[in-house]
């Protein structure tokens, strides 16, 4: 209990430095704040579970970096803090259309003894109605320095397992219900803090409302499943999210 407490008025502070940090923005084209809570179950979430998220976005000419940090609410989760992330985008043009290229750094702390660290490359690529995104991502799970001193492994004994190469994928459809609804829906095996092996997609319904120009809602309902093709035997989860996009300039 205690160390939820610290994690959580530790993710606090952080998040309030990146909210002033983004308020000094010299140079800086445009900065976003993306704020969401989640509820949900899976089949390890030991019940319901919630989640909430804050990720800040810095825009400059061509580049754009985002960070943020997850918190969880689950009886399965050892940590409320539960992850972090750190992404850099560069946009460009091929004949006309915008493709992104984004390098992306995650690091999940999902036991008091394990850590996971996620880093890869994405691409996107988007039509007017057809949104694609393809990549890959290494993954590294390793005992912490406190879990190594504590069970005493021997030298000759492995305290990671490196995941060298996994696809990640996305294709999305994208419908304008009006002048400020949208709709998109996707198969993906990969969302904000959660890279899924190649054979586990999931897929998504997303709707959002765009107020004016600095407010945007959104709402988005999820289904994982546990197995390419067998989506009524193994099903994994549901979670419905809704959150808020703030433009500050």
């Known amino acids: 209990m205690q160390k939820n407490k610290y994690n959580t008025i530790k993710l606090m502070k952080y998040c309030v430095l990146l909210f002033f940090i983004s308020l000094y923005k010299p140079g800086f084209s445009q900065v976003s704040v993306d704020t969401y809570f989640e509820a949900g179950s899976t089949n390890v979430s030991a019940g319901l579970y919630g989640n909430f998220s804050t990720q800040i976005s810095a825009r400059l000419g061509s580049f754009s970096v985002s960070t943020g940090g997850l918190l969880n609410f689950s009886n399965a989760n050892t940590y409320v803090f539960s992850a972090y992330s750190l992404q850099v985008t560069n946009e460009f043009k091929i004949l006309n259309f915008p493709v992104n290229i984004a390098a992306f750094y995650l690091w999940k702390p999902f036991s008091e003894d394990l850590r996971e660290s996620d880093f890869g490359v994405l691409a996107k690529f988007r039509t007017k109605h057809w ?60 969302d904000r803090y959660l890279i899924e092996q190649e054979t586990n997609p999931m897929l998504q319904a997303k709707f959002s409302y765009k107020m004016n120009n600095i407010l945007l809602f959104y709402s988005d309902l999820g289904y994982m499943q546990a197995g390419l093709l067998n989506m009524r035997v193994n099903t994994f989860g549901l979670f419905l999210r809704g959150g808020v996009i703030w433009k500050i300039n």
């Open 131 to 190: 949104g694609y995104q393809l990549g890959i991502n290494s993954r590294v799970y390793y005992f912490t320095h406190a879990a190594r001193q504590k069970y005493n492994f021997a030298d000759s004994v492995a305290t990671s397992i490196w995941e060298p190469f996994n696809l990640m994928y996305r294709l999305s459809y994208y419908h304008s219900i009006g002048p400020k609804w949208d709709f998109e829906a996707c198969v993906t095996n990969f």
